[in-house]
């Protein structure tokens, strides 16, 4: 029966934790041990970039089972799993054949990637070799995948003809993982591996007869026992396709099957995860065979755990469901007792704190007794202690109920009522309220004989407080607050939040049972080594703790402001001589709204700190960089003015950066009357070549997200051709080109230089200077890399990256020229993005893409209205 679940994601099935069974490590030592034999090739195809992969005949079965038993197994079980499937009647009338060889493939690490695709693109796009159109993809990975380590494999939507290329679902190859989805409408990719090489293996079997086995010729593949587990794992967990197992005989194997792996002959453990995984088929999966297979499972698993735990549960107090109506019942029986002892306990009212003490006590002692698991495991011994406190118990309701009658005008009591008295205990059944399953049972005995009294002591106490409430509504609020406190310290509501207060509790239940009811409370509160423990607990309600929580949220809230504001350089909205300083601010909006745009690539903190709301956005086309403006005139005036002047300045060369602008509202004469522009100051020029870099950084991520990760997209690099320190008279200050470069080389992250605001500019440039200089002649596979934030930053390494150029070039005339590769990095913090960290990497210049093919329309996040007025939409 097909899931609900969206159509795009309904034709992937996918069954994980099937470890125990695809021995991971000994594959994974055989695909090693292939690839350092070189009997890996390297993938061909335009998509795929840096795999490499091997074929395992199925024809040669018997000497890969000799040289490769790990995975020849494997390979033969999904070889085997379009039979089952056909067996089980999934493949809703479709023949497929069986492709005689599986495909085992590694990307190695930071190496390889493939691009989104679809594995068949049938009818149009057949095999031209041989007429095959793939129907079924079976993929199984193995392994040992951690967050971080790349390589997921995505499944994008694909509701029409082109897939979403930033809408997908990821899923991690992890080590016991098998994918099986429909070659001809599934549109995936796989991400950059990142740490460590990815195996996976692939069969991709089709329905034409022209070079393939047929089906059923698999059935004499040794049938292994793992060929049944993924297609019941695949019914269970996908909830796919159909849910009953094909045959009797099947279900009878996997019953077998399980019983074997349970028990104590198959050395391999069974991990909590295939007992969640067992739960999860059992409400998913509707067949009453597998089920029961489960079920099975689930029993054998439980006594196991039983026995491991020792848990002495006798069969009439198993079930959870019985323990809380018994507790239910003896609740119900206290409350009607206890009116009767709240008229004796009156009399004492002096010293409530003594009352409440004694109270709980003898509640104690109640509960014990009347705990259903004491009775029936204390010793003889124990029951005549037992015996011996429940007389003492009934003494003391002698002595209380003579104190009654000396009372003269013992008034009526009044009937329990949940009140809204402030502070009052809530019944407490949380313990048993968890989880009512089987395996709930298997909690310690010992933790539920603590619930249970605890359940019951916080129904005592909870009248108490009504009582004492009711009783003394003249009573000041202090004096009941007081006594809420002792009360709270003495009996701390939940056992398990603190092992101090859980160790006193079971010193109180060990002395009770012992008969020592009068240990002293000092005695009690300074058993153990943390007894000052309890003075750092403050009432939950109390006006104390109000008050220093407030005063911590405000703290928070601080530090949440203050923290990415000055962690940093002060950014020039500080400055209030600087009669530029809008600009800058401006400049740094642009920024913000142009990530805002791009929100989908990156989680921005949005800054508007002024009324120049610039809208842009930043179009790439080649060389060419468009900027588009909505409002922001002080902007367009700045950007306007200096191409201007860059052109007159550098008529006689080819501008490979261009800036396009476009304006509505005020004409560029009206802005510029209005810009107050300091062009001597100049440090604001450093914010512009800043922006240059994160622009680039951004409409790189940017691009590299809307094509899907192309690996092949390689880094957009900014060539500096002339770069001005000190600005005279032209706010000119930097130029260059703009340009994709293919094959950029990795660095790895231990060599990334931190540049400071106030690193030392010669010895940066030096140092990158020596690293060029050990370069041989042409090399390609250079890069160096640097870190860093703020504009202070950029310019040291602008400048000293420029600096060393200049000086490699004058030693060596022949070397590289040199480009930059902005990314933004890691801490992208919520000072805005003006404090966005920003990696740089210097490589040669080398390798140029000259377009970026199949450019999607930019944003189509953005708002229909934003794109109509930016000529963006699609004609
Ligand atoms: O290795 C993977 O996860 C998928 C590989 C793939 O898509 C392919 O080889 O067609
Ligand atoms: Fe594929």
New binding site residues.
């Given amino acids: 029966m097909p899931g609900k679940r969206e159509s795009w994601v309904t034709s992937v099935h996918v069954a994980r934790d099937l470890g125990v069974i695809l021995e991971p490590a000994q594959i994974k030592q055989e695909c090693r041990s292939l690839d350092d034999s070189s009997a890996t090739t390297v993938t061909s195809n335009r998509c795929n970039r840096g795999s490499r992969s091997a074929w395992l005949d199925l024809d040669g079965l018997e000497e890969l089972q000799q040289k490769l038993p790990a995975l020849a197994k494997l390979s033969t079980m999904l070889a085997g799993l379009p039979l089952e499937l056909q067996n089980a009647n999934v493949l809703s009338g479709v023949h497929l054949q069986v492709h005689p060889a599986t ?1 085992i ?1 590694v ?1 190695p690490e930071q190496a390889a990637a ?1 691009a989104l ?1 679809k ?1 068949s693109y049938a009818p149009a796009d057949n095999d031209p070799a041989t007429g095959a159109t793939r129907h079924l ?1 079976i ?1 199984a990975y193995f392994n040992d995948w951690r967050p971080g380590h790349g390589g997921e ?1 995505r499944i994008h939507e694909s509701a029409g003809q082109r897939p979403d290329p930033r809408h997908f679902q990821a899923l991690e ?1 992890k080590a016991g993982t098998v994918v099986i989805f429909d070659s001809r409408k599934v549109w ?1 990719a ?1 991400a950059p591996s990142l740490r460590g090489d990815r195996w ?1 293996m ?1 069969r991709g079997e089709d329905p034409s007869d022209a070079w393939s086995w047929s089906v059923t010729q698999t059935s004499s593949l040794p049938r292994s026992r793992a060929v049944l587990y993924p297609q019941i794992a695949i019914h269970c967990v996908g909830a796919l396709l159909r849910v009953d197992l094909p045959s009797d005989s099947m279900a009878d194997d996997f019953r077998s099957e399980m019983g074997s792996s349970v028990g104590s002959t198959d050395p391999r453990p069974i991990s909590k995860n295939s007992l969640a995984i067992g739960n999860q088929a059992c409400s998913v999966g509707k067949s009453s065979t597998f089920r029961e297979a489960l079920h099975l499972h689930l029993g054998e698993l439980q006594s196991k755990l039983v026995a491991e735990h020792e848990c002495r549960l006798s069969p009439e107090h198993r079930s959870l469901e019985q323990l809380v109506e018994s507790l239910k019942a003896e609740n119900e029986r206290l409350r009607k007792l206890l009116p009767h002892e709240a008229e004796s306990l009156k009399l004492e009212r002096r010293d409530k704190s003594h009352v409440l003490r004694d109270a709980c006590q003898m509640m104690r002692e109640h509960s014990h007794l009347s705990d259903p698991f004491h009775k029936q495991s204390l010793s003889p011994r124990d029951r005549d202690v037992a015996a011996q406190r429940s007389r003492k118990g009934s003494e003391v309701a002698k002595r209380q109920a003579s104190v009654r009658k000396t009372v003269s005008a013992a008034k009526q009591p009044r009937p329990a009522r949940r009140s809204s008295v402030r502070g009052t205990t809530v019944l407490d059944l949380r313990p048993f309220r968890q989880d009512s399953q089987e395996l709930g049972s298997i909690c310690s005995m010992d933790h539920q004989v603590e619930s249970l009294l605890r359940t019951a002591l916080a129904a005592w106490k909870e009248f108490t407080f009504q009582y004492i409430r009711d009783e003394d509504e003249d009573e000041s609020e202090q004096e009941v607050e007081a006594l809420r406190q002792a009360a709270y310290k003495e009996w701390p509501e939940d056992p398990n939040s603190n092992e101090w207060q859980a160790q006193l509790f079971r010193t109180d239940l060990a002395r009770t049972m012992s008969g020592d009811l009068n240990a002293s409370k000092s005695d009690r509160l300074n058993a153990g080594p943390n007894f000052w423990r309890k003075y750092l607990v403050t009432y939950p309600s109390s006006r104390r703790r109000m008050l220093w929580d407030l005063l911590g949220l405000m703290l928070v809230i601080w530090d949440i402001y203050a923290i990415p504001m000055n962690a940093f350089e002060r950014g020039p909205w500080h400055d209030k001589n600087r009669t530029d300083a809008y600009i800058r601010s401006t400049a740094h909006e642009e920024e913000a709204d142009y990530t805002e745009v791009a929100g989908g690539t990156i989680g921005t903190a949005r800054f508007s700190s002024s009324e120049f709301r610039a809208k842009i956005i930043v179009i790439l086309l080649a060389c060419t960089i468009s900027i588009k403006f909505d409002e922001g005139l002080q902007l367009l005036a700045l950007v306007d003015r200096i191409r201007d002047r860059f052109n007159k300045r550098h008529l006689d060369e080819d501008l490979a950066l261009e800036v396009h602008l476009e304006a509505s509202g005020k004409t560029v004469a009206e802005s510029l009357d209005q810009l107050n522009f300091l062009p001597e100051k100049g440090s604001h020029f450093r914010s512009i070549r800043m922006k240059s870099l994160r622009i680039l950084a951004l409409a790189c991520a940017d691009l590299q997200k809307a094509t899907g990760y192309l690996p092949g997209f390689g880094l957009l690099g900014l060539r500096m051709d002339h770069f001005q320190t000190t600005v005279i008279d032209s706010p000119c200050a930097l130029r260059g080109q703009v340009a994709r470069l293919l094959d950029p080389p990795l660095v790895s992250d231990d060599v990334v230089q931190v540049v400071k605001k106030n690193s030392c500019l010669d010895s940066l440039t030096e140092d990158i200077f020596e690293q060029l200089d050990q370069l041989d002649e042409g090399a390609e596979n250079f890069a160096s890399s640097f870190r860093f934030v703020g504009d202070m930053a950029a310019e040291r390494v602008l400048l000293a990256a420029r600096q060393a150029e200049m000086k490699i070039k004058e030693k060596r005339p022949k070397f590289p020229a040199m480009a930059l590769c902005p990314s933004l990095g890691a801490t992208l913090s919520g000072g805005g993005f003006r404090h966005a960290e920003v990696l740089v990497l210097l490589y040669p210049w080398s390798k140029i893409a000259s377009e970026i093919p199949g450019l999607p329309s930019v944003r189509p996040r953005h708002s229909r209205e934003f794109m109509e007025r930016q000529d963006m939409l699609p004609s």
Avoid: E, G, W
């Fill in positions: 495909m493939a990307y493939y695709h594995d993809t993929l494999l190859p995936h796989v996976a692939l």
